[in-house]
């Protein structure tokens, strides 16, 4: 089991790669104010918050996250920020567990019109911002 998680993670971090490449996702990447040599971390869908977070922790904010969903190829990207701590209280602040995966969490962001969630995780800042890459407008 552990190899076929390996071989996905390997997987996922070539079609990162790949995708890099394309003029359209490096200009979404700079338009984000992503530079060149800003890390990205590569996550199945299929991985935990609390797994992703441990990951996204060892970085200077914003994360970029790239999220790989193995079964179709998909790709998505978002970044991972510290919240206002102060908003993550108010009643329109939504609870995520730990044990949520990534792309259940990904999906259910993308159709909502908010981006302010308090993760339950000890951590020292609960409150993130998510938010889905996009092109600026023109």
């Known amino acids: 089991m552990a190899a076929d998680v390996e071989t996905l993670r390997r997987k996922a971090a070539f079609a990162v790669a790949r995708d890099l490449g394309r003029h359209e996702t490096r200009a979404l990447f700079e338009a984000s104010g992503y530079r060149s040599d800003d890390e990205i971390v590569v996550v199945l869908e299929s991985d935990t918050v609390e797994s992703v977070f441990s990951r996204v922790r060892r970085h200077a904010p914003p994360v970029a996250v790239a999220?790989?969903?193995?079964?179709?190829?998909?790709?998505e990207y978002t970044s991972f920020k510290p919240g206002d701590e102060t908003a993550a209280a108010t009643p329109s602040a939504e609870a995520v567990g730990g044990g949520a995966t990534v792309g259940m969490l990904f999906d259910h962001t993308n159709r909502q019109s908010r981006g302010q969630y308090r993760f339950n995780l000890t951590w020292e800042r609960p409150a993130m911002s998510i938010d889905r890459f996009q092109a600026a407008p023109a």
């Open 67 to 75: 999220i790989y969903w193995p079964d179709s190829g998909r790709l």
